[in-house]
């Protein structure tokens, strides 16, 4: 069996090319199969594999460095990426996802130029018009909610909500095996008359749409709900969906750093601290963001993984996890049998 490749843009995150190196380096050394394509400029990416610590050196065999003189910046729109982003690492990462060199591609960066570039590049599966970008939230009971969109689509109509919750329905079968999603619309109350007219006139379409959809539509429901384990799939739009997912991330770190201080405040509690050290090891595996970072951008023709921009080594690395998956049980074609 041949090795599996992935490509990489190097260039795009703001903690610099060296933590994605490093994330990229520890994916491969868990990985024997994995080969990981690195786009940048030659010279810096070389420097970079020469730094990796010690543990991960070994990795370089598997990461093959191809070279891009230039970078999207964070601050670039989406016109210059398209008009002027030629030579840059994230273009020749996708050119080498399109033309089947990689099963996946993985970026950290500009989210706006890489959705732009990645609808261009790659193109759309047939029936989809943009791409959404999503991801999955932990919830209650061991479950997990797939949130979308997180900023693909800031400003959606109604017929694209539907398409969105179509969309996370297909992810949550696939990448879950769950038969009939429980489907709802994010809004500011479950009353039919609250909300915005574009989330109303979405409700509506779904509605009427009932008895032919491939999953449990629930109606509206309110953030908290994201977070309850009875829904599978939250829809909003991409400005809203942005907001509620970093607000999610700074208040999980802010209460497992709350409970490891409450602890250590007075002796007994530091006592019980070093009791309970097991116990909030756990919790913050289990709650810490950097676990679920990368998030997919669903409705391409092939894979591509946006991981966050601040993310250090080992976020950048379950963005490459997030990637694998989804190579695993081939993503593209299976949301594409859903959509038909």
């Known amino acids: 069996m041949g090795a599996l490749r992935l490509a990489i843009d190097v260039m795009g ?3 610099g090319p060296r933590v994605i190196i490093e994330g990229s380096a520890r994916a491969v050394i868990e990985r024997p199969d994995l080969e990981l394509a690195l786009f940048g400029p030659r010279q810096r990416v070389v420097a970079e594999l020469s730094r990796l610590p010690q543990p991960l050196a070994a990795a370089a065999s598997r ?7 230039d970078t999207v910046s964070q601050d670039a729109s989406a016109a210059w990426a398209l008009r002027s982003g030629d030579k840059t690492s994230m273009v020749h990462m996708l050119r080498y996802v399109a033309q089947g060199y990689a099963a996946a591609g993985v ?3 500009n989210t706006g ?9 790659l193109g759309m599966l047939p029936g989809f018009s943009r791409p959404a970008i999503s991801t999955a939230i932990p919830a209650r009971g061991g479950r997990r909610c797939y949130l979308l969109d997180l900023g693909a689509n800031v400003d959606s109509p109604a017929s694209r909500l539907v398409d969105f919750a179509m969309m996370g329905a297909a992810m949550a079968q696939c990448m879950d095996g769950i038969n009939c999603p429980r ?3 994010l809004n500011v109350g479950a009353e039919a008359t609250k909300g915005s007219a574009t989330v109303r006139e979405a409700d509506r379409l779904l509605r009427e749409r009932a008895t032919t959809l491939s999953f449990a539509y ?14 599978d799939v939250m829809v909003c739009d991409g400005f809203v969906g942005n907001v509620v997912l970093k607000a999610s991330e700074g208040l999980t770190r802010m209460l497992v750093e709350r409970v490891q201080m409450a602890f250590e405040s007075r002796l007994c509690g530091r006592l019980a601290s070093l009791l309970a050290k ?3 090891k756990r919790l913050k595996q289990e709650l810490d963001p950097v676990r679920y970072n990368g998030a997919s951008l669903l ?3 092939r894979i591509v993984v946006k991981s966050h921009g601040g993310a250090r080594a080992d976020g950048f690395y379950y963005a490459i996890q997030r990637a694998l998956q989804e190579v695993e049980h081939d993503l593209p074609t299976q949301l594409a049998k859903h959509w038909a």
């Open 299 to 301: 409705g391409l023709k």
């Open 278 to 280: 097991p116990v909030l």
């Open 13 to 15: 995150g703001d903690q």
């Open 218 to 231: 629930q109606g509206y429901a309110e953030g908290g709900d994201i977070f309850q384990g009875d829904i």
């Open 183 to 185: 489907v709802a619309l």
């Open 63 to 69: 990461l093959v460095v191809c070279d891009a003189p």
């Open 113 to 121: 130029a890489l959705v732009a570039l990645a609808r261009r590049e």
């Open 107 to 109: 970026s950290a960066g």
